[in-house]
């Protein structure tokens, strides 16, 4: 029960922190939204292996960890772009069915079995998030449309490789090393892209405690998963995390009265199902 509740843990969380970063992505520049919010999480985590005076793992322990950083970096700067050209309720759920699907089939062809009841679950939760994805077009037309979603696709798979990789660092490494080193690997590849760019940031100052906050809500998302990776299934605590769309649709319908067209709303109601299916299992 432990890694179900957190996977659910790491579902709120990066259902709160995408919609903050696709709100902020609309207004304040892509580049400032994920330097500070990385740079947030970074510290955060540090502060986490400060305080728990964590053993060093060996390279190869953590050497997982640096592609899983990476990858869940491209997947969050093309999620928040997607997020702030498109319509939120359509691109969270595009993003997290193939986010979800690579780490089942891994976990899969890796020897993992869940229970019957499990695999029942999980399969309600990918309808729940294909049936979610019929809303209208994004507000700027066909052509916002069709970047958005290609970009919901890249960050599907940023977001199932930094599943597939944290898993292979935590089980060798534990959780938090394995998420500070993701950071560092990101912070660095972040760090080199915009010295390499050199695009505006835009600064302002009011928006930071914001950005900050998105920071937090990533790296606590992070940490829920490595845990509940390190005490449960990959497959089962992975399908769980990547229900945080219907956090995401949820704020998007609440306070930027995004229309939820009633597939969307049957979408997420199976979604849910599907993890009290799981949690049953």
């Known amino acids: 029960?432990?890694?179900?509740?957190?996977?659910?843990?790491?579902?709120?969380?990066?259902?709160?922190?995408?919609?903050?970063?696709?709100?902020?992505?609309?207004?304040?520049?892509?580049?400032l939204v994920l330097l500070v919010s990385q740079f947030t999480a970074l510290v955060a985590i540090a502060v986490v292996i400060?305080?728990?005076?964590?053993?060093?793992?060996?390279?190869?322990?953590?050497?997982?960890?640096?592609?899983?950083?990476?990858?869940?970096l491209v997947g969050i700067a093309a999620l928040y772009r997607a997020l702030a050209i498109g319509t939120m309720s359509v691109i969270s759920p595009i993003s997290a069915s193939g986010a979800a699907a690579l780490p089942v089939i891994v976990g899969i062809v890796t020897g993992e079995r869940p229970a019957a009841l499990q695999y029942a679950g999980m399969a309600a939760a990918f309808v729940g998030v294909v049936l979610a994805t019929r809303a209208p077009d994004a507000p700027g037309g066909q052509d916002a449309s069709r970047e958005a979603l290609i970009l919901s696709a890249v960050a599907a798979l940023g977001f199932g490789g930094f599943f597939i990789g944290m898993d292979a660092a935590v089980e060798d490494a534990g959780p938090y090393w394995s998420l500070f080193v993701a950071r560092v690997a990101a912070c660095?590849?972040?760090?080199?892209?915009?010295?390499?760019?050199?695009?505006?940031?835009?600064?302002?100052?009011?928006?930071?405690?914001?950005?900050?906050?998105?920071?937090?809500l990533d790296v606590g998302a992070n940490a829920f998963f490595a845990l509940g990776t390190d005490t449960g299934l990959l497959s089962v605590v992975s399908v769980l995390a990547s229900l945080?769309?219907?956090?995401t649709v949820v704020l998007a319908r609440a306070l930027l009265h995004e229309r939820l067209v009633p597939l969307q709303t049957a979408g997420v109601a199976v979604a849910l199902a599907g993890v009290g299916m799981i949690a049953a299992g």
Do not use: C, H, N
């Open 244 to 247: 945080y769309p219907v956090a």
């Open 50 to 72: 400060a305080v728990g005076q964590e053993d060093v793992p060996t390279f190869a322990a953590v050497a997982p960890a640096i592609g899983a950083g990476v990858a869940q």
């Open 188 to 216: 660095a590849a972040l760090g080199a892209t915009l010295l390499a760019l050199r695009p505006k940031l835009g600064l302002e100052r009011g928006a930071l405690p914001t950005l900050a906050l998105i920071g937090v």
């Open 1 to 31: 029960m432990a890694a179900i509740a957190l996977g659910i843990g790491a579902a709120l969380s990066w259902g709160f922190a995408d919609f903050l970063g696709g709100v902020r992505t609309k207004a304040l520049t892509l580049a």
